[in-house]
């Protein structure tokens, strides 16, 4: 049986691990939603669900990419939900993503770290610079390029919810694509 002090101490971890990585989320939100408040609403869940089912992360992704994860989730039913209004007692429960529990947790078997230490920490130092490099993008084309490459919305969701023509939505993808690649690339110290 685990001391009263232990238990207090796994609980005091996991809430500073949560709270360090809220700026993060945060960042990420704002980036997504139309609002400062509906990005502090989405982070808040996406903590509470993470807090909630602690004891199913298996801390086989880092806590970042688990939070992100959820919070991936949390915006899009957050950007859908403008569009289609629908009443709270006509949402089927039985379906939800099977890559999570009913609880927003992540399925014990949804990651498999196959990943050696040295590979996973070129990866860790790539998505920091690629977390750089999207900072200088300018707000409107990082926030398309997020809907599409991180959210994996279609092109004619975003069109919809964005009120912006195909031709236009394509390049400024393009143009993202190109100024993120041509960022790291720097970053990375391959020019």
Same mark, same amino acid.
């Given at each position: 049986?685990?001391?009263? %002090?232990?238990? &207090?101490?796994? %609980?005091?971890?996991? $809430?500073?691990?949560? &709270?360090?990585?809220?700026?993060?989320?945060?960042?990420?939100? *704002?980036?997504?939603?139309? %609002?400062?408040?509906?990005?502090?609403?989405?982070?808040?869940?996406?903590?509470?669900?993470?807090?909630?089912?602690?004891?199913?992360?298996?801390?086989?992704?880092?806590?970042?990419?688990?939070? /992100?994860?959820?919070?991936?989730?949390?915006?899009?039913?957050?950007?859908?939900? +403008? *569009?289609?209004?629908?009443?709270?007692?006509?949402?089927?429960?039985?379906?939800?993503?099977?890559?999570?529990?009913?609880?927003?947790?992540?399925?014990?078997?949804?990651?498999?770290?196959?990943?050696?230490?040295? /590979?996973?920490?070129?990866?860790?130092?790539?998505?920091?610079?690629?977390?750089?490099?999207?900072?200088?993008?300018?707000?409107?084309? &990082?926030?398309?390029?997020?809907? *599409?490459? !991180?959210?994996?919305?279609?092109? &004619?969701?975003?069109?919809?919810?964005?009120?912006?023509?195909?031709?236009?939505?394509?390049?400024?993808? !393009?143009?993202? +694509?190109?100024?993120?690649?041509?960022?790291?690339? +720097?970053? $990375?110290?391959?020019?």
């Amino acid at each position: 049986m685990r001391s009263p %002090s232990r238990v &207090a101490a796994n %609980s005091d971890d996991r $809430w500073h691990a949560l &709270a360090t990585e809220r700026p993060f989320l945060l960042r990420l939100a *704002r980036l997504q939603l139309s %609002s400062s408040a509906e990005a502090e609403d989405v982070v808040q869940e996406t903590l509470i669900a993470a807090a909630a089912g602690w004891d199913g992360y298996q801390h086989r992704a880092s806590l970042r990419s688990w939070l /992100t994860g959820i919070l991936r989730h949390k915006i899009v039913d957050t950007i859908r939900g +403008r *569009r289609f209004a629908v009443e709270v007692d006509t949402v089927d429960t039985a379906e939800f993503d099977p890559l999570f529990t009913r609880d927003d947790a992540w399925h014990p078997e949804t990651f498999v770290d196959t990943v050696c230490a040295a /590979t996973a920490a070129a990866q860790r130092q790539l998505l920091d610079i690629i977390e750089i490099c999207m900072n200088r993008l300018p707000q409107e084309t &990082a926030q398309l390029f997020l809907m *599409r490459e !991180y959210l994996g919305m279609e092109l &004619a969701e975003i069109e919809e919810t964005c009120a912006i023509g195909n031709a236009n939505l394509r390049v400024m993808l !393009y143009r993202a +694509r190109m100024r993120l690649r041509e960022c790291a690339v +720097r970053a $990375w110290g391959e020019l």
